[in-house]
């Protein structure tokens, strides 16, 4: 059985009643796993030191956010991209992001124990937070500090984020660093949220050759996003041979999603899932999963059911559980469907779909042909 | 956005005297294109590295030697700019004059260079994203008020708005490109389109749940 690492902690990192990033959806996912498995019992994470967090954050940055945790008043916390509207701040948020740092740490040592080749953190994948500045939902990036310990280790990193925004926090924080290679699949920072995650950055420094970005244009269907994914992915792991492969789960490109524009369905992210494990166990590297954005509660708690499963090499059963629907159309007020995975008629038809598929198509090229003179063997 | 704020200082310069080998030596070294050429302070004229290649190329009716001097080559007068013009101002005359930098002088004194490169970069700032944040395109009425009403919807929001890129399309209509620090574009176009305003982008997404 694959461990997965939970707890009730995490769902203390609630940034509001009307906030997109609603625990809402955890608590629905363990609830779904719980219904469908009664013996489902996560491991525990620990919860992370303020050491821990140092290791990616400056120091001015963390004693504003246990500032504000603590309900004190502080002049410039909008400098620190904190108490926006995108990341406000709330009573013990310092905690609560460090429950998340520490259930991917936990994850990570899992992993550097040898304990299993494959885990799901099922939770964090904060993947905007930077340096010294919170952004976009995120307060301390947990792939970052789990990324700086398994370095300790002396471990090489492949970041596989799939999440539809620019994975920009983890990007910046190992720009100059060859030990860790981040590839991002995203929609295009030309239209999508953080702006960043062109095809020409590609590191600096020593790092010139590991930041791989594949921007994608608003509307990529699924069989455009799963070529290119395998395309990089493979190579990524051909030409870099890495020893963990971080993946930031986040299931925001689905076609339900509110705040992107990507149309992938459950039938893609199964393709995509089961193509990142038997990636990885073919390189011989072990796999870490976290959970990361997803903003619709359908079709988030849907993808994560599904990988859920992929890892556990389970059959997904095709109908949701009748007392789970019930009881959460209920709290939620929101339709949900009966089935685990999207009806085949779904997505909508996209009219620009060879137009897409073309410039999907180059830009994955481009950025081959552009590292592959730093990495290529 | 001014002279200043995207000229480039120091900038590299030779005396019209040095010879023709040497400003290409220096050109390669210091990984410039254009030399402006000043002597006892005071700018005389400006050497490129074409004017450098064309003038020493066998192509040429009459090549000069390596050996020739800067002063027989030089473009002499030389359009300058001033500090204080409107970056606006300094593009409008390297794109009618066709040229590649213009010398930036303060009375006499050559304060800086500004160069096609300077202002692309000009442009990237800004159309692009420094900072972590989302694009709304929204069309307004070309007339009093508009921009006004359409900031205040975001500060009403508390969103932060990075920069603001307006062009006139037809007549009557302004498009305005908007940065704005958040990543719930989407919901708010929404209450925008509630609000009568016209969102280009994000466009309407009717599935989502």
Redesign the interface.
Known sequence: MVPVIFSEEYLRYDLGESHPFSPVRLEMLVDLLREWDSSFAPLRPRLASRQEVLSVHAERYVRRVEAASRGEEVADLADYGLSTGDTPVFAGMDEAARWLVGGALTAAEVVARGQSKVVLQLGGGLHHAQFDRASGFCVYNDLAVAIRYLLQQGVRVLYLDIDVHHGDGVQWLFYDEPRVLTLSLHESGRYLFPGSGGVTEIGQGQGVGYSWNWPLEPFTAGESYFAGLRLLYRKALEWFSPEVVLVQAGADAHYLDPLADLMLTSKTYRRVFAEILTGASRAGAAAIFTLGGGYSLDAAVRVWALLYHSLSGVEPPRQLPAAWLSRWRERSGKQLGPLLCDPDEAPPRVERKAVIERLNQANAERLLATVGKYLKP | MLVRDVMHQPVITIGPEASLKDADLLMWEQGVRHLPVVEDGRLLGILTDRDLRTATSELSPLPLSPQATVREVMTAPVLTADPQDPVEDAARLMRERKIGSLPVVEGKELKGIITGIDLLDALVALT??N?????IEVRLANKPGELARLAQFFAA????IHSVLTYPETTGVVRNVL?V???????LAEELRKKGFEVL???E?P???
Request: charged share 25%; hydrophobic share 25%.
């Open positions: 692009g994203a900072l972590p944040s989302g694009r929001h508390g969103v932060n940065r620090d958040s990543l719930e574009t989407r919901p982008w994000p466009p997404k599935w989502s749940r």
